[in-house]
Every structure is written in structure tokens, then in C-alpha cells.
């Protein structure tokens, strides 16, 4: 079993930054996919960044060369620096963990930018 919390939401300005991070806790391997996912409200849930399971960064084309995802496999943490924020990143940001046959979600983190 793995628990995902997240933490690092919160409202800022169009143009600031904010850091999410997402710590996971139980059987937990450097090899599993993780990263983030974000919905906002009436939209479908989408992937913004992970890493695959063989350490490839994807990102969604709207936040390439704004938002970075980097990874702690010491402490089975992924980050998510989030820089030029928009009106537009408004969502709840998840944080995803797939192993083989299953996938993990965290609680969500609440992202609001202010125009």
C-alpha cells in the first residue's frame, strides 16, 4: 500500500511561482512512475508532469519551459516547481504513483492564480 500527501498549493499572482511537493510513503521503488496531474472544475483531470518508469520527463505542452518536475528517490518525493503561473494553471493539483497494475493518487492541492 502507498500514501501520497501533498503540500505546496496556495493562491499567488499571474507571473509568481509556487513548489509542490508530494512525499510517498510505503513499499515505494526509484523505478515507479510519479508525478502530477491537475483538474480543474468542469474539466477532465490531466497529466502536467512525471516521470516515467524508466525516468523520462513528460510535460503537458502548456507548462513546457515553465513548470520543472524533479525527483528525491532517497526520500520517495517528487517536486514540482511551477514559475510564470496563469489564470489558466488554476486547478487541484494531484500526485500520481504507478507501480505495475496499480496507480496511486494523492488528496489533491489546491493551485490558484489571481489575474
Known amino acids: 500500500q502507498v500514501q501520497l500527501v501533498e503540500s505546496g498549493g496556495g493562491l499567488v499572482q499571474a507571473g509568481g511561482s509556487l513548489t509542490l511537493s508530494c512525499a510517498a510513503s510505503g513499499t515505494v521503488l526509484s523505478s515507479n512512475g510519479m508525478g502530477w496531474y491537475r483538474q480543474a472544475p468542469g474539466e477532465q483531470r490531466e497529466l502536467v508532469a512525471v516521470?516515467?518508469?524508466?525516468?523520462?520527463?513528460n510535460y503537458a505542452d502548456s507548462v513546457k519551459g515553465r513548470f520543472t518536475i524533479s525527483r528525491d528517490n532517497a526520500k520517495s518525493t517528487v517536486y514540482l516547481q511551477m514559475n510564470s503561473l496563469k489564470a489558466a494553471d488554476t486547478a487541484l493539483y494531484y500526485c500520481m504513483l504507478s507501480q505495475v497494475g496499480r496507480t496511486y493518487w494523492g488528496q489533491g492541492t489546491q493551485v490558484t492564480v489571481s489575474s
Open positions: 516521470f516515467t518508469a524508466g525516468g523520462i520527463r
